[in-house]
């Protein structure tokens, strides 16, 4: 049985396992913190290892990291999931590490989507980090400044790894073709820049899921081959027939494959906020680029259509009123149609926001006012604005001295105030020079001439 399957299980381990880098020169992707002279790799390599949360996207070596930190320092690597452990699986672990203290060992802990602890799950971990029985290393996909206790983030450095560019992800996936020993060397496989390319744009940074493509479109390919030689009857085929890796078995790779998007992760408020900004910087390409990512990762069309009422209110506003009717009509054919006939409505007010006139006068306005009814006084409803639908509270003055604005000139009561006294000359909502604010601007200067033209006033007395 040795003989049959060999001493070393390998062979079995998906190709990206059998590629997990052993040392920090097979580690990839991440030069701006392991290049060549980098204080953090020298630091690792002279077996100086702090710990240290790792943030980044899936499949950038969080996990591979963690590892080769362990292996530098002859150090016992211990791990666990936030996803499937608990309180005792947390202490199981620190007994363990202090076994291991005892006998003059190291322990990595290695905590994997450690922004699922809650927060009393994190602070247990502080008195052991803090003690040194364990170097704490938490791998995380969400950003540890909202995810993490500042507890934990104080004994630990934060580092972000970054998506694997595709040039490098090639390079990866030609390394595993070629390898003989833990890649796919003994296959035969035939595969061309532009397929290389094809499967490292589809794995979108992810250099465990480019591997994983690799070895499906592998395995599709070389069922073919094993097909035709039975369909043809030959017995007399090649021992190791080249095993080539064309466009159809590519489609069947890659059918289902999804971009990275998580609802509520980074990448989705990232993709959002970049929608957003490019709305309000009037790039319409940007704009659909972004809508179309996140709608290709999964999101629910619905969200898009709610931000982009949001954002004719806060970007266009009284520049192009029709903004804001054109989102909430794109909104009402998602609704409607579904996926994914409404998602073009949606395309369609989203271009048009992006090319429309921009202000935030009326989101500046409507802040400025919060803020500024938040530190003032309640002030009092001017009587000459209070209703009066009884004798009693006509007597008391309410109503008193209102002026009708359509029984005057332009239907403008010049002169007229409809603040409290305390803050009667107050303005907010300013105008922008674009779109139909240049109209209103020019309406209120026009009204504010009359106002200073007029010998009424409501306060004649009110110190400005």
């Known amino acids: 049985m040795d003989d049959l399957f060999g001493d070393d299980d390998q062979q079995w381990q998906p190709l990206a396992a059998r590629l997990r880098p052993v040392n920090l020169d097979e580690y990839v992707g991440q030069d701006h913190l392991f290049g060549k002279d980098r204080p953090l790799r020298k630091s690792i390599e002279s077996g100086l290892v702090h710990s240290m949360i790792l943030w980044g996207p899936p499949g950038v070596g969080k996990t591979t990291l963690a ?134 744009r589809a794995a979108d940074g992810d250099a465990r899921k480019a591997l994983n493509l690799l070895e499906v479109s592998c395995d599709l390919a070389s069922s073919d081959v094993a097909s035709s030689n039975v369909a043809v009857g030959d017995t007399t085929v090649d021992a190791n027939p080249p095993i080539t890796l064309d466009r159809q078995v590519l489609d069947q790779a890659l059918s289902g494959n999804v971009r990275q998007f ?116 309640s002030y009092d409803v001017p009587l000459h604005l209070r209703n009066a639908p009884t004798k009693l509270m006509k007597e008391q003055g309410y109503g008193g001295e209102y002026r009708y604005a359509h029984d005057h000139a332009d239907a403008y009561a010049a002169g007229e105030s409809y603040l409290p006294e305390e803050i009667h000359d107050t303005q907010w909502y300013e105008p922008v020079s674009r779109g139909l604010e240049i109209k209103i601007s020019e309406k209120m200067r026009y009204l504010r001439q009359l106002d200073q033209q007029n010998d009424w006033s409501r306060y004649p007395n009110a110190k400005d």
């Open 67 to 200: 590892r080769l930190l362990a292996n530098y320092i002859s150090a016992r690597f211990i791990t666990l999931s936030a996803v499937l452990s608990g309180v005792k699986d947390i202490r199981a672990a620190i007994d363990e590490a202090r076994q291991v203290k005892a006998q003059g060992q190291k322990t990595i802990l290695f905590v994997d989507e450690v922004h699922r602890f809650n927060k009393s799950q994190q602070d247990a971990f502080l008195p052991y980090v803090e003690d040194g029985t364990v170097i704490f290393v938490g791998a995380t996909t969400e950003n540890p400044s909202f995810e993490l206790n500042n507890a934990l983030l104080s004994r630990a450095r934060v580092y972000v790894l970054k998506s694997i560019s595709q040039d490098v992800l090639v390079t990866l996936l030609r390394s595993a073709i070629s390898d003989r020993e833990k890649g796919l060397g003994d296959l035969n496989v035939v595969a061309d820049d532009e397929t290389l390319n094809i499967i490292a």
């Open 262 to 377: 998580d609802k509520g992760g980074d990448a989705f408020y990232e993709q959002i906020s970049a929608l957003h900004k490019a709305v309000r910087g009037s790039s319409p390409d940007g704009a659909l680029y972004w809508f179309v990512r996140m709608i290709d990762g999964g999101c629910d069309p619905l969200y898009v259509a709610r931000r982009v009422v949001r954002m004719a209110s806060e970007d266009i506003g009284n520049a192009d009123p029709k903004a804001l009717e054109i989102a909430l009509n794109a909104w009402d054919v998602q609704e409607r149609l579904g996926h994914p006939e409404g998602q073009l409505a949606i395309a369609q007010a989203v271009v048009y926001m992006a090319c429309a006139p921009k202000s935030n006068a009326v989101y500046v306005a409507f802040n400025q006012v919060k803020a500024d009814i938040q530190q003032s006084p």
